[in-house]
């Protein structure tokens, strides 16, 4: 059986939490690469949406949401989700679901229209997200279709546009 956390508090990120967060993220994908690209982006990508969940004071959870640019599109607002890591004790207890539904929330604060991720297809579309190619909409990178995908914040923002997306460099590095 599964336990839900879902009273955990998620707050925006502050410098304080740079270190905590490096620390999450190194830990949940075995590897610096992502925890370094968090750092990155943080220093090189405005706005960035940098959100982490909470307990008992501890930095247990990190989402962070940058800029992309659809080819041909560059008016467009849309997001980049990623990484996203939760510290491995506290997996499977719905930290994850919680930090997505806040960034989402915080994204469609900012006036974002769409958010995009390379993720687990298990995972993102019970928030919505479907294969970007529904829309005409593919990755830079070399990924099969059905883990790009795509979530309109804003009904019909896509419609009718079509291209690859563009994330910041720092993701080159991963």
């Not at 336990?3 to 707050?11: A, F, K």
């Not at 510290?87 to 469609?108: D, F, N, Y």
Request: aromatic letters at 8%; one cysteine or more; proline letters at 7%.
């Amino acid at each position: 059986m599964r336990l839900r956390r879902v009273d955990m508090p998620i707050r925006q990120e502050e410098p304080k939490d740079y270190t905590a967060v490096h620390t999450v993220n190194s830990a949940a994908f075995e590897s610096p690469a992502e925890a370094n690209l968090v750092d990155a982006l943080r220093k090189e990508a405005q706005p960035v949406v940098s959100l982490v969940a909470e307990v008992d004071g501890e930095v247990i959870g990190h989402i962070m949401f940058s800029p992309v640019m659809l080819s041909g599109y560059t008016n467009l607002k849309i997001m980049g989700l990623g990484p996203m890591a939760v510290a491995p004790a506290h997996q499977r207890k719905g930290i994850g679901s919680g930090l997505v539904t806040a960034g989402l929330e915080k994204c469609k604060e900012l006036g974002t229209g769409a958010v995009v991720v390379l993720g687990h297809t298990w995972f993102y579309p019970r928030f919505g997200f479907v294969p970007s190619v529904n829309y005409g909409i593919n990755s830079e990178y070399d990924v099969p279709p059905e883990v790009f995908m795509v979530l309109e914040l804003v009904p019909g923002y896509l419609q009718g546009v079509c291209g690859t997306i563009k994330f910041h460099p720092a993701f080159k590095d991963v």
